[in-house]
C-alpha cells in the first residue's frame, strides 16, 4: 500500500469516529486534505503526509515535569483512583497515556496499542522514534504505555502521565516523544518540586520545557505548577519561593503561560500556626480551582484550536512559506548568476590564453601532428563553438546545483507549515528555470484554495459560535413549515 493510501485509510477512519463523536467535526477533515493538497504541490508535505495527523483530535492534557514533583499524586487525585504509582524516587520510565475505559475495568496496554491504533495521536510514532534512534523503534513497549480507567474525568479527553524529565539524563527518544506531545496538547502542566529551592538546579529542565515557549503561538496552554509547596509553610516564606520561580521562569525566556502552587491534603503536615496554613491552604485552592476550570475547559478549546490551526496553516503557507520560497529563489538565482560569470570570465581568460599560446607556436612555424588545423576541417570548427557551450552548460548545472545545496542545507524540515527545505528542492529542480520567480506549485488555482479554506474556516467558527453563545439575547426564531 503506498503512503498515501496508507493517509486516506487513517483520514477515513477519523472521520468515521467523527461521525458518532462530533459531526460537526467531519467536514474539518475534508478541509484538512484540500490544504494537504496545497501543501503536496509545493512541497511542504511529502506523500504519506497529512495536516490532520500533526494534531489531536481529542482533548489532550499532558502533564510534564521533574522527578518527585508530585505529577502521579496530582492525577490520582483528580482522577479519584490510585491509577499512578507514587514515590519520592522515579517509578515510571515510560509515557503513560490514560484513557476512559466504558467497562468500569482499570487494565494496562503495551505501547503498541497507541502506535498500531490511528485513531490515536501516537499512531506509527515508532517510526520517529526510530529515525533519532537507530533500533529503539521497535522498542515502542519501552517508551510506552497506556492505560484505560473508569473515571468519568477522562470521558472524551486523554492524559499523558511523563516519566520524570531531566534533560541531561534523557535519551533523544524521550525528548522526541516529548516535543510531540507539546505539541499535540491542548493544555500542558508543568510541574515543579517545591522542596527543591534552588531553581538553578533544574536549568536543563527550564531549558527544554520553558524556552520553547517562546517559539510557539500557542504557549497560553503552559501552565507552571510549583508543587508540594506546603514544607515551606513552617518558615512562612510562600512569596518569596513563588517569586524565586517566577524569576527563573522569566530568566529562561517565559513570554506566557500561567504559575500556580499546588500540595497535596493526604501527604500535607501542618504547622501550629493557623493563620498561616489558612492562608496557604487558601492560596492553594484558589489556584486548584484555576487549574480545574482550564482543564474542564479543553473540550470546548480543542474544537476551536483544529479549526484555528486549518486557519493559522493556511495564512502560514501563504503569507511565511510562500514568501521565503520566492526570496530563496531570488537568491538562488543571484548566486548562480554571479558564479555563472565568474566561470565564463574564467573559460574566457583561458580561452585567450590558449589562443595565445597556440598563436606563438604557430609564428615559429612550429606545426605538430598532435595540433589539428581548426581552419581546414569545418567538423572542427563546429567542435570548436559547440564544445565551449556544452561545458558552459555543464558548469551552470554545477553551479546551480551546488548553490542551490548550500541555501537547501540551514532550511528547516519541520517548520510549522511543513518542510521547507523539501519545497525549496522542488522549486530548484534540474527543470527548473533560474528566472522562474514562484515557488513551484504555487498560482492562482492554489491561492483561491486557499481562500476557500478560509472562508470556510469562518462559516465553521460561526456555526461553533451559535452552539456556546447568542450575542443579540434573543431566542432564535424557527420558521413553521407549512403543511400541504
Known sequence: MTPDKRMEQRLNLLQEHLKRENPTMVDVVGKYRELDVVAKKIGLLAAGESYATRISWWPLISILGTFSAGKSSFINTYLGLELQRTGNQAVDDRFTVITYSPDGTQRTLPGLALDGDPRFPFYQIGEEIEAVSAGEGSRIDNYLQMKAAPSEKLRGRILIDSPGFDA????????????????????????????????GAMQDTLEHLVRGTQRRNDNSKFLFILNQIDTSAREDNLEDIVASWQKALVQSGLSAGSFHILFNDRLAVPVADEAVWARYVAKRDADYVRIMERIDGVNVERVYRIIGNLESTSNQIEQQAVPRLRTLLQRWRRDTLIWDGIALAALAVGGIALSVWLGWWQGLNFNPDWLPDVQASPVLSVLAIVLPLMILLVIHFLIRSKVRHYLAKPLSAEEPYGNLQAAFQKSTGWFRSI??????????????????????????????????????????????????
Not at 539524563?169 to 510531540?180: E, M, S
Not at 528566472?435 to 488555482?445: D, E, R, T, Y
Open 435 to 484: 528566472f522562474q520567480s514562484k515557488p513551484a506549485g504555487w498560482g492562482s488555482l492554489n491561492r483561491r484554495r486557499l481562500d476557500n479554506i478560509r472562508h470556510s474556516v469562518d462559516r465553521l467558527v460561526q456555526r461553533l459560535n451559535d452552539r456556546f453563545t447568542n450575542p443579540s439575547g434573543r431566542e432564535a426564531v424557527t420558521t413553521p413549515v407549512k403543511q400541504r
Open 168 to 199: 541531561d539524563a534523557q535519551r533523544k527518544a524521550i525528548l522526541r516523544l516529548t516535543d510531540h506531545i507539546i505539541e499535540l496538547s491542548d493544555l500542558v502542566l508543568v510541574f515543579f518540586d517545591a522542596r527543591h529551592p534552588e531553581p
